[in-house]
T-cell receptor
């Protein structure tokens, strides 16, 4: 049962343009959502998060949008840079669940110069 | 600042041999601790988590086990490795407070031959 889904395994974007990564979830108990960035042979690095009481959170070039009714969140990166090329994971958690995160399968972003 | 150490970085073990991966966290106390595995080309799967010394929750039945002998030490073990145990193992910690992110170590690449 895949509670968090990233349906696009890969995405290619031109440098300077916007990258939009999408994520869907099925568990309505999830109330905290995160995005991580991962390079090969390294651990994931936390990027940005959003709680279910908000619908948008922005941090520099990164913005996360949450649509609770659609059970959908997205990560916008603008402008995209070649150094953003990595695998991006969305994750979700429910309070009182030991803080465990349920991850999606990841989307590999390639930003071309 | 907090840091997480995970070792070894890579490990090649024969089928049937034992396993011990260690993870320690510095700069914080009473963290929640987690073991995740990333199989080739797949997402991050939660294996174990711990909210305190000696308290281990298992998410996936398998031939692996985890222990937390000290507050900031988390160990992943197996008595007899299987080929299917190959993968990228990640340790992570988070503050107890709700809505705080997980912070990952750099992972251990385990190859069972």
């Amino acid at each position: 049962d895949q509670q968090v889904k990233q349906n696009s395994p890969s995405l290619s974007v031109q440098e300077g343009r916007i990258s939009i990564l999408n994520c869907d979830y099925t568990n309505s108990m999830f109330d905290y959502f995160l995005w991580y960035k991962k390079y090969p042979a390294e651990g994931p690095t936390f990027l940005i998060s959003i709680s279910s009481i908000k619908d948008k959170n922005e941090d520099g070039r990164f913005t996360v949008f949450l649509n609770k009714s659609a059970k959908h969140l997205s990560l916008h990166i603008v402008p995209s840079q070649p150094g953003d090329s990595a695998v991006y994971f969305c994750a979700a958690s429910a309070h009182n669940q030991g803080g465990k995160l349920i991850f999606g399968q990841g989307t590999e972003l390639s930003v071309k110069p | 600042s907090q840091t997480i150490h995970q070792w070894p970085a890579t490990l090649v073990q024969p089928v049937g041999s034992p396993l011990s991966l260690e993870c320690t966290v510095e700069g914080t106390s009473n963290p929640n601790l987690y073991w995740y595995r990333q199989a080739a080309g797949r997402g991050l799967q939660l294996l174990f988590y711990s909210v305190g010394i000696g308290q281990i929750s298992s998410e996936v039945p398998q031939n692996l086990s985890a222990s937390r002998p000290q507050d900031r030490q988390f160990i992943l073990s197996s008595k007899k490795l299987l080929l299917s145990d190959s993968g990228f193992y990640l340790c992570a910690w988070k503050r107890v407070a709700n809505n705080s992110p997980l912070h990952f170590g750099n992972g251990t690449r385990l190859t069972v031959t």
